[in-house]
């Protein structure tokens, strides 16, 4: 293209500029020098145009380029899943106790293992509450028996006598009934010592205070020296043997385990329990579930037994991951939720990707699995959706899946 303009420039163009030039000067050379300025200008301008038209440049063209997106799409497969439903709960021992002091006193010895955190046995001996006036209490409570029952042998026998003397005729029938009358408040007496005695005994066993079944210590409340009233809180147990775990479903995540199955008390669930770089695994059985959707939370409460813990060590308070499975769902796929678009009538549909143009595709969802929804129509096989949210997707946009 410089060749070409440099060979125009001086075959043409500088020999017609410099007959141009000289002729300019031999038609201002007798003009007046006040009127040589606009003929020099207007001659300028004819020699521009000269040159211009002899150049004639050309400008170029650009055709505008469709734009095009990249993005990113997930592959569609279709097949046979098991639905999960994962939430996290919280570990609780069935049974909570306050251990209390059943009788007043001072505490005057408590085992070593009677602290916090410590696990006891079904019967061991916690602590021991100064026994000295229940025995005391026992042993006058047995005397008082012992005298009440050689009373009441005594008067058994006198009524046994004034029968015999009743039936010879020697003594009235008033005579009778007083030994009667007798006898029978010996028997009361005697019947109400017994209670009292074993009330006694009782208040004397209840001086040691043991583990009422297996657990772990979750509080103590008492050590030694302290004086104790009947009902004080000596300690708070949790049941070693018996373990629930209570989570949430999301009113969404109940629904769609409704719609794969017919009930949920008595579903399996698995529980997952991360301790450091290790997680255990436990088994459980779905035993109740809430009456109604919580406003506060939108879900519902549930709660499962578990039923091994095996060597665990696992406490009251774990947080866990919850599982629960529905059932099988045939000829389903699992898209990434990102995928699903709505329209202003709220009507589901998805981008497939078709020689890199976007096609609108109306999906038919069934549940939210795991942040991913399952799909049973709409799209085939193999197919590419969209998962890029951009806001000029549409029918037709030019996409690229680098």
Do not use: C
Request: proline letters at 3%; aromatic letters at 8%; hydrophobic letters at 40%.
């Amino acid at each position: 293209m410089l060749v070409k303009l440099e060979y125009l420039w001086r075959q043409y163009v500088f020999p017609a500029v410099q007959n141009l030039a000289q002729l300019v000067y031999r038609l201002l050379s007798p003009l007046p020098e006040k009127a040589r300025l606009p003929v020099s200008i207007i001659s300028g301008s004819v020699l521009f145009y000269a040159l211009m038209v002899v150049t004639n440049p050309k400008t170029k063209t650009f055709e505008p380029r469709e734009q095009s997106w990249d993005v990113r799409a997930h592959s569609v497969v279709f097949g046979t899943t098991i639905p999960e439903f994962k939430s996290f709960g919280e570990v609780m021992a069935e049974r909570n106790i306050f251990l209390r002091a059943l009788v007043d006193g001072e505490v005057i010895s408590v085992s070593d293992d009677l602290h916090e955190g410590a696990f006891i046995k079904k019967g061991e001996k916690l602590l021991t509450i100064d026994p000295f006036e229940y025995e005391n209490a026992l042993g006058e409570a047995k005397a008082q028996l012992i005298s009440a029952e050689a009373s009441l042998k005594m008067s058994r026998q006198d009524y046994e006598r004034a029968q015999k003397l009743f039936e010879k005729g020697t003594v009235a029938l008033r005579y009778l009934d007083e030994k009667k009358t007798d006898l029978t408040v010996k028997r009361a007496n005697v019947d109400r010592l017994k209670i009292v005695v074993r009330r006694a005994k009782r208040n004397l066993d209840n001086t040691k205070v043991v583990a009422p079944f297996d657990a772990y210590v979750s509080k103590v409340t008492v050590d030694e020296g302290r004086l104790v009233n009947r009902n004080d809180h000596i300690a708070l147990l949790s049941d070693a043997s018996s373990y629930e775990i209570r989570f949430n479903l999301s009113d969404s995540e109940y629904g769609s385990l409704l719609s794969t199955q017919t009930k949920i008390l008595g579903q399996p669930i698995i529980a997952l329990w991360k301790v450091g770089n290790k997680e255990i695994s436990f088994e459980g059985i779905v035993k109740y579930v809430g009456a109604r959707i919580d406003p506060s939370i939108r879900g519902v409460d549930v709660i499962a037994d578990v039923s091994d813990i095996g060597n665990s060590q696992i406490r009251g308070g774990a947080f866990v991951e919850v599982i629960m499975q529905g059932n099988k769902l045939s000829n389903v796929a699992s898209i990434p939720e990102d995928a699903i678009f709505t329209d202003n009538e709220n009507i589901e549909f998805v981008y497939v990707i078709t020689n890199n143009r976007l096609e609108v595709r109306r999906v038919k969802s069934l549940m939210k699995v795991d942040g991913n929804i399952l799909i049973s129509e709409g799209v085939s096989d193999g197919e590419n959706v969209l998962i890029t949210r951009f806001t000029e997707a549409a029918e037709g946009v030019l996409v690229n899946i680098p």
